[in-house]
């Protein structure tokens, strides 16, 4: 008896860092070429776009809210810097003909400076009108998409300068440098969320948003920043779809904004609001990035292991909600 | 004298929550046909009680009798068909739905086909709503109507499923002082059907007015019942409180000083219209009015969380005229509100951030990061200060009974050091001498 409550209450609290450690057991067991560490960095490698888009979203989560732009926002920003920060002599039609090849810091802080104006707007739609986030950033996702290809013309942009290679091939020992920008923006998110003003702002707005208001919560002004800093984490994550191929296709991160609300929700964050943390986000991540590892090793085709990520999405809103009502 | 018989008996009823023990072994006995009164500070275990009784949650132990019955292991809905049904305080009406769709909710009248018979329910509806002489279409929709008839709809909803026990809880909170006497005459009118009615109020006059017994309880224990013809509104208040009255609010002489507080001549678009008075420092100022009369608002606006249309306020001295809370909080006004769980308290947040929270700017320490060890000092030293019960300052303020979240409240607005405590119908459960 004692036994099985210690562990129901080691899985209340702790089940999904549980789950993870048990899927790395397993899949090591049944294929020991999981723990090496080249599969492990491609296993972080392939967290880190949604993962970094899921930082952001973990903000926004926790506010009440949600971010359905982020997969569009990702493809606008990092194709419009994209579109600055191509060689002089691209083979396959600039998107600026006559633009002449320059310094990475330009396209990086275009991407940047996208992605966050276009998070405020979203937040400042919601703010003002008080219209649902859903609808809006619904809404939004179109409006981007369309003007991704607008900018481009349909086609992928590639021929990326230097600064772009660097980013997308070079590694730090045996780590690649995306995978870097990726563990310093847990870091830095993480401590942004727990111990700053701003981060308790957002728990309060997510948890009771009236009663914010009268505790001293700008409650418009945060929503503005809120959505605007989903935005930049979407837009570090056009960055590194950019760098990774040396080039970024208007369709980029289609569906990505699913993955990344689904890794806050596996982590434990609620769709209500209120409750979640960027750790737990990113064991919602791992998650999803070592199924899917385990399953390629495991020869199973890539449609299926689209069929299993959408249930284990499933099964965790479906774990959350008796995690509620329990209480 | 012959055993009296009881239509509902409630007898050593606990509720455990996690690490809050919410009854302890209370009883309640109520007789067919009479009003009852249930009388207790907040956190007594009132509401605890009737969600038991109710079926919402199931007692830890403790036996519940009704209609000789013994009932066990049911959820609200068999409560409901057995004869038990309760008026929330906070109704919770599909707004968008008509006053027919409400009462028949979940049991709509079906013809042959299995399709709802939408003229039967029509009929049936103006049947209740005849009853309790409520004159509305019932194919009104629920927002149109005031809080005091959507309460009288509950009611034909409870008449509807014949009920024999009907709980109000406070149900005259939210209504005016003429609403509650058509409330008190549709209460007498189920009594001499032979109906029983569970009250529950802070209101002691209208305890005396229209209850036929009392019982009393603190701290989820049981105190004493008693023939409320036979006991007068002081000795109700000793037992709810267990001190005599007199010690209650020891009077502490506080020399009153200069103007703190001066509205003027202030307007709202259309809820209020030239407000002016004046509040010392030291003084305790006392504002009154029925419900609707806009105090409320009134507050809201001199705080910042409404646009005042013209007037002016003097704070301190100076012109006072904030655009959100954060304004008057750093001014140094608090503003503890009427709709506890509407905007006061962070329900899924622990004691610690929802003491915190208002205050928090004084925490932001190098690097703009906040101070946590500082944050969990200070909230230590609230819990002890104004003694809120709870087993450690994580828990979550939802699993407190309504007093201690109102301390936990009142605790926010003391760290924040105010000039003048703006208090919304604080009695809603607190019984701090501060």
Redesign the interface.
Known sequence: MGKTKNLKELMANNGTYVILIAMCVLITIVRPAFISVDNIMSVLNAATVYGCMALGMTYVIISGGIDLAAGAEVAFAGVLGASFGQTATAAAGKVFPGLPELPFIVPVFITLAAGFLIGAFNGFLISTFNTPPFIVTLGMTTVLRGATLLITGGQPVSNLTNGYVVLGQNLFGVVPSVVLVFLVLIVVDSVLLRRTVFGKSVYAIGTNERAAAVSGVKVPSRKIIIYAFSGLMCSVAGLIVAARANAIHPGAAVGYELIAIASCIIGGASPSGGTGSIRTTVVGALIISVLRNGLTLLKIESSWQTIAVGLVIVFACALDVRRNSSN | MAEEKYLLEMTDITKEFPGVKALRGIQLKVKAGEVHGLLGENGAGKSTMMNCLMGIFPPTSGKIVFDGVERQHYGPRDALEFGVSMIQQELSPMQDRSIMANIWLGREPVNALGLVNWKKMYEDTKKVLQIIELDEDPRTLMKHLTVAKMQMVEIARAVSYNSKLIIMDEPSSAITEKETQQLFKIIRQLKAEGRSVIYISHKLDEIKEITDRVSVYRDGTYVSSANTADITQDQIIEMMVGRSVENLFPKVKVPIGDVVLEVKDLCHESLFRNISFTVRQGEIFGLSGLVGAGRTELMETI?G?RQRKSGTVRFKGKDFHPT???D???AGMA?I?EDRR????????DIE?NST??N??AY?GPG???N?KKMREDCAEYIEKIAIKTPSQKQ?IKNLSGGNQQKVLVA?WLMTSPDIIIMDEPTRGIDVGA
């Open positions: 705080f969380l959100c809370g954060k008057s909080i750093d503003f509100t509407g905007n006061g308290i962070f329900p899924i947040q951030f929270i208002a928090i700017d932001v703009r990061l906040l946590l979550l926010r």
